[in-house]
């Protein structure tokens, strides 16, 4: 039944459920838990009960931790207004998480600097735009803060580079970077990664996560031309091999998957 809702769906559902059974056991037992106490028996039975449903490792300490983080929250006497305005920030930076199960994720300096290697040399010429138009076109799904764009806009200033993000506070951010920081061959727009259509370039970038790589390793192959390049990073397509990986030495010890189509 799980497998059919959300993640951040089932995990309030098996909040809820840890909540009334640690009520019924508390009854049933006559224990008398102080609030914190209370609050971590619901953690631990969450946690649990997260881990029996499947959802991935990384909602464990979510679950575990959501209950008393409430309850000491509520102890400090901390204003409504300071929880409006941390949810209203977290809904503009993750916007269509809950849609898309795609979080925002920060790729590192290393992963923008290996990129640069797989990008087409300057001596290939005229990329998707068609015959006359020097210069290659790269698409970063689900751009971020922009920090790819940019510094690939700097460091290789014959490329023509476009981002797409769909959360609202990070593509504000992106737009004004590159606005800001004077980039002509760069622009973001916001909106869906499922709008684009991937023919019109020579290079599309991925970081996302698992739950959207099948549909679109789909639409790059319908639509991405020979010659052309798929990069996801981190994130493998089911059962499709890369041509070639790349290891990068950073804090997550990232990989770049490639396809060459």
Known sequence: MFKKLPP??????????????T????????????????????GLLAASLSRLAGLARWWLPIQLLFAPALILMLALHIPPGFFLAAFLILLAVYWSTFRTQVPLYLSSE????????????????G????????????????????????????????????GVESAPLPFL???????LGGYRNCNVR???IWDDDLAQYDVVFAYLSPVPMERLW??????????????SSTFAVPEQT???????????RSTLLVWRM
């Open 8 to 21: 951040s769906v089932t995990a309030a559902l098996l909040q809820i459920t840890a909540v009334a059974l």
């Open 23 to 42: 009520l019924l056991s508390v009854h049933l037992f006559g224990l008398h838990p102080s609030p914190l106490a209370f609050a971590l028996l619901c």
């Open 110 to 125: 290393k992963v923008w600097r290996a990129l640069e290697h797989l990008l087409p040399s300057p001596a290939s010429g």
């Open 127 to 162: 990329g998707a735009g068609g015959e006359g138009k020097p210069g290659f076109r790269f698409i970063d799904l689900g751009s971020g803060l922009g920090g790819v764009l940019t510094h690939l806009a700097s460091a290789r200033s014959d490329g023509r580079y476009a």
């Open 173 to 179: 951010w992106s737009w004004l970077r590159i606005k």
């Open 190 to 192: 916001w909106g869906s």
């Open 218 to 231: 789909r639409k790059a192959r319908a639509e991405m031309r020979p010659g052309t390049v798929f990069i």
């Open 242 to 252: 890369p041509h070639e990986t790349v290891q990068v030495d950073d804090l997550h």
